[in-house]
């Protein structure tokens, strides 16, 4: 595939992902994706056959996303306690489109497990991505791998609780509180090590 092929199939699978974060897999058409890209069906069909080829490539794009993110929070911070803070703020750095539209993860994974699609696995991977590396931040803080592993489980839990209350009820301050309690919920498990 050519530079220019190439740089198509990466615009349908951008246009994509925000297009199944937005509207969802189900009410995201092929027209919806061209439309977006402003691209001719025949070009569109060259690269993917099916919507279940665009949903696989979309998967992929977010599970390099989030690996390349969780990286840069390693960067960012010196510490475990920084790097799981990182992913705490994520909900807070991006709470218009979490109150808008939910978490882009917890959103996708609900959906294709409601209906039974065989990509749910590759989708689960993304939650699984992420429990792994809280997981490892939590064992660098003294925890041992079972403890580690709940704690891990427990921030994802109330982050995704935390996303659908706040997509529900549309409250602005909602997230905000909850990130503080988190942060403090966090200093409590250091002081616990």
């Not at 190439?6 to 994509?16: G, K, L, M, N, P």
């Not at 209906?115 to 003294?142: D, I, M, P, V, Y």
Request: with cysteine.
């Amino acid at each position: 595939m050519g530079p220019q092929a190439q740089q198509a199939r990466e615009r349908i699978v951008e246009a994509a992902d925000a297009l199944l974060y937005t509207q969802g897999f189900e009410n995201t058409s092929f027209a919806d994706i061209t439309d977006a890209v402003q691209i001719s069906r025949g070009n569109f069909y060259y690269h993917f056959k099916t919507k279940d080829d665009i949903l696989d490539a979309v998967i992929d794009k977010r599970l390099a996303k989030t690996g390349d993110m969780l990286q840069s929070w390693e960067t960012q911070g010196n510490t475990p306690v920084e790097h799981i803070r990182c992913f705490i703020h994520m909900m807070s750095d991006n709470q218009s489109n979490i109150q808008r539209y939910g978490c882009p993860v917890g959103t996708l994974c609900t959906e294709l497990a409601k209906l039974n699609h065989a990509s749910k696995q590759e989708a689960n991977k993304l939650f699984a991505l992420f429990r792994h590396w809280l997981t490892g931040q939590f064992t660098l803080l003294g925890k041992d791998q079972a403890q580690a592993q709940a704690l891990a489980m427990h921030l994802l839990a109330r982050s995704q609780g935390i996303a659908t209350l706040s997509n529900a009820f549309q409250d602005k301050a909602f997230i905000q509180l909850e990130v503080k309690q988190l942060d403090d919920w966090l200093a409590e498990q250091i002081q616990q090590t």
